[in-house]
C-alpha cells in the first residue's frame, strides 16, 4: 500500500513543475570546444556540445526550455513521470532529434511519435549519436524486489563520452554495485531521494567508491545536500561537489 500511494505521489507531482527563470548554467573546456552543462529541474537537464544539445528526461513542458536551442538527443531514464513526460517530449521541437531510451519507455510512446527516430538500449548496450558516445547503465532498487520502485533492466542510467570527458546520469537508482564500480567519471549527476531511491549516506557512499572528479547531487526533493557535500569532501577532499539550484520554483513560492 505506501509504494502504492508513493508511487500515486510521484506522478502527481512528476509533471507539474512550474516554469521558473533558468539557473546559470556552467561551462567545462572539454577537447573539441565547451560543454554547457544546465539544470532544469528535479530530473532534466540540458548537456550542450559543438552545437549540439542533449535533453536528459525533459519534463516541465516546452516553457521550461525556454532560450535554449532545440534538442538533437533526448535521453530518457525511466517510465515515471518526473523522468518520462510524453506531453513535454511532443511539445518541444523533435524534428531534428533522436531519442535514445529503454524499451519500457520506447513501449509508452505516443503514436504522434512514429516519425521521430529512436533508439532502443538495454542495459549495457552502446550508441554513437553526434559523436557523442552513449552507454546504458544498470539503475534499480535495493533489496532487488520484484514490486520495488525501480526493477533491475527496467531503466536505464547513461554514461556518455562527450569531447573526452565520461558523464555519469545515474537516474533512479540506489548505491548499486555496477554503480560504485565505474571507472573514470569526470562528470556525475547522482540522484537521493526517499523512498524513491536513496538517502543521502547511501548516495555520498556511492560517490566515494567511484570517485568522480565533479559530483552534482539532483533529483534531490526533500534531500540535505548540504549534509552530502560534507560527508562526501570528508572522505575525498578532492571531489568537486557542485550544489546547484534544481528547484527554483519551490524556492520562490
Given at each position: 500500500m505506501k509504494?502504492?500511494?508513493?508511487f500515486?505521489l510521484?506522478?502527481?507531482?512528476?509533471i507539474?513543475?512550474?516554469?521558473?527563470?533558468?539557473?546559470s548554467?556552467?561551462r567545462?573546456?572539454?577537447?573539441g570546444?565547451?560543454?554547457?552543462?544546465?539544470?532544469?529541474?528535479?530530473?532534466?537537464?540540458?548537456?550542450?556540445?559543438?552545437?549540439k544539445?542533449i535533453?536528459?528526461?525533459?519534463?516541465?513542458?516546452?516553457?521550461?526550455f525556454?532560450?535554449?536551442?532545440?534538442?538533437?538527443?533526448?535521453?530518457?531514464?525511466?517510465?515515471?513521470?518526473?523522468?518520462?513526460?510524453?506531453?513535454?517530449?511532443?511539445?518541444?521541437?523533435?524534428?531534428?532529434?533522436?531519442l535514445?531510451?529503454?524499451q519500457a519507455?520506447?513501449?509508452k510512446?505516443?503514436?504522434?511519435m512514429?516519425?521521430?527516430?529512436?533508439?532502443?538500449?538495454?542495459n549495457?548496450d552502446?550508441?554513437?549519436?553526434?559523436?557523442?558516445?552513449?552507454?546504458?547503465?544498470?539503475?534499480y532498487?535495493l533489496?532487488e524486489?520484484?514490486?520495488?520502485f525501480?526493477t533491475?533492466g527496467?531503466?536505464?542510467g547513461?554514461?556518455?563520452?562527450?569531447?573526452?570527458k565520461n558523464?555519469?546520469?545515474?537516474?533512479?537508482t540506489?548505491?548499486?554495485?555496477?554503480?560504485?564500480?565505474?571507472?573514470?567519471?569526470d562528470?556525475?549527476f547522482?540522484?537521493?531521494?526517499?523512498?524513491?531511491?536513496?538517502?543521502?549516506?547511501?548516495?555520498?557512499?556511492?560517490?566515494?567508491?567511484f570517485?568522480?572528479?565533479?559530483v552534482?547531487?539532483?533529483?534531490?526533493?526533500?534531500?540535505?545536500?548540504?549534509?552530502?557535500k560534507?560527508?562526501v569532501?570528508?572522505g575525498?577532499?578532492?571531489?568537486?561537489?557542485?550544489?546547484?539550484n534544481?528547484?527554483p520554483?519551490?524556492?520562490?513560492?
Open positions: 509504494r502504492k500511494l508513493a500515486t510521484l506522478l502527481a507531482v512528476g507539474t513543475f512550474s516554469h521558473a527563470q533558468l539557473v548554467p556552467d567545462e573546456n572539454v577537447r570546444g565547451e560543454m554547457t552543462i544546465q539544470p532544469i529541474t528535479h530530473a532534466t537537464l540540458v548537456l550542450s556540445y559543438n552545437k544539445n535533453y536528459v528526461d525533459p519534463t516541465g513542458g516546452a516553457t521550461a525556454t532560450g535554449l536551442a532545440a534538442p538533437d538527443i533526448i535521453l530518457v531514464t525511466d517510465i515515471h513521470g518526473d523522468h518520462f513526460d510524453p506531453k513535454t517530449i511532443e511539445a518541444i521541437n523533435t524534428s531534428k532529434a533522436v535514445v531510451v529503454p519507455v520506447a513501449d510512446l505516443p503514436a504522434t512514429e516519425k521521430t527516430k529512436v533508439i532502443i538500449l538495454n549495457g552502446k550508441t554513437m549519436q553526434q559523436s557523442i558516445g552513449i552507454t546504458a547503465v544498470p539503475m532498487n533489496p524486489a520484484a514490486d520495488a525501480h533491475k527496467r531503466g536505464n547513461y554514461v556518455l563520452s562527450i569531447g573526452g558523464v555519469y546520469i545515474s537516474g533512479d540506489e548505491d548499486i554495485p555496477e554503480m560504485r564500480s565505474l571507472k573514470d567519471i562528470f556525475a547522482v540522484c537521493m531521494n526517499l523512498p524513491y531511491t536513496m538517502d543521502v549516506s547511501q548516495a555520498a557512499s556511492g560517490v566515494l567508491a570517485k568522480p572528479k565533479v552534482y547531487p539532483y533529483h534531490y526533493r526533500g534531500q540535505d545536500v548540504n549534509t552530502f560534507t560527508v569532501n570528508s575525498d577532499a578532492s571531489i568537486d561537489v557542485r550544489l546547484r534544481w528547484y520554483a519551490a524556492q520562490k513560492s
